[in-house]
């Protein structure tokens, strides 16, 4: 959920729906994933089931 989206009547800014996890290390992380944060919202995320 993006609150920021343009259907709320924000300005759209957000992950299109979905963020991947890479197998990239960061933070002494396995995994991570790159998150655009949009201006004045809010984002849920829920994991998919595998």
Known sequence: ???DAA???GSGVGNLGRIEAQHHQQHA????????V???G?????PEEQ
């Open 1 to 3: 959920l993006n609150t």
């Open 7 to 9: 259907v709320y009547g």
């Open 29 to 36: 992380q396995a995994w991570s994933a790159e998150i655009r």
């Open 38 to 40: 949009p201006p004045l």
């Open 42 to 46: 809010t984002l849920m995320f829920v």
